[in-house]
C-alpha cells in the first residue's frame, strides 16, 4: 500500500471512508485503466498507452505504480530481450469493477443533465 493510502486509512475517520476510495481510485486515468484491464484482461504499458489515446509515459506509469503498491493490479515481468511487462488486475482490482461501472453510469447522467441545462440556457 502506498504511504499515502495507508496515512489515510490509518488517520481519518470512519465518516471519511468514500474519502479512501477517492483517494485510491482518483488520479489521471486510473478508472480508465482499471477498466481496460477489467475488458481486455492483461495488457502492455504501450497498449494501454494507445487504448487511453497516449498519455504521457510519465504520467500513465506513475498511475500504474501507485495501482499495483495499492494492490489493484499486478505487474509481471518477463526476462527477454526486449524487455516484456504485463498487467492484470489483482482480486481487489477486480473487485473495483461494480464501482466503476456505476461510476460511470452516474457520470453519464451527470454529463446529459449538464448538457441538456446548458442547452436550455
Given at each position: 500500500m502506498r504511504e499515502k493510502t495507508e496515512r489515510i486509512v490509518r488517520e481519518w475517520s470512519e465518516a471519511c471512508d468514500a474519502e479512501v476510495s477517492i483517494a485510491v481510485l482518483g488520479g489521471a486515468w486510473k478508472p480508465s485503466i482499471l477498466t481496460l484491464l477489467g475488458e481486455h484482461e492483461v495488457l502492455r504499458f504501450g497498449?494501454?498507452?494507445?487504448?487511453?489515446?497516449?498519455?504521457?509515459?510519465?504520467?500513465?506509469?506513475?498511475?500504474?505504480?501507485?495501482?499495483?503498491?495499492?494492490?489493484?493490479?499486478?505487474?509481471?515481468v518477463y526476462q527477454q530481450v526486449p524487455p516484456k511487462?504485463?498487467?492484470?488486475?489483482?482480486?481487489?482490482?477486480?473487485?473495483?469493477?461494480?464501482?466503476?461501472?456505476?461510476?460511470?453510469?452516474?457520470?453519464?447522467?451527470?454529463?446529459?443533465?449538464?448538457?441538456?441545462t446548458t442547452t436550455a440556457s
Open positions: 497498449e494501454l498507452g494507445r487504448l487511453l489515446e497516449n498519455p504521457t509515459a510519465r504520467v500513465l506509469t506513475r498511475q500504474l505504480r501507485e495501482l499495483e503498491e495499492d494492490g489493484l493490479i499486478t505487474r509481471t511487462v504485463e498487467y492484470r488486475l489483482s482480486d481487489l482490482g477486480t473487485s473495483t469493477t461494480p464501482l466503476l461501472a456505476e461510476l460511470t453510469r452516474w457520470g453519464t447522467e451527470y454529463a446529459a443533465q449538464q448538457r441538456a
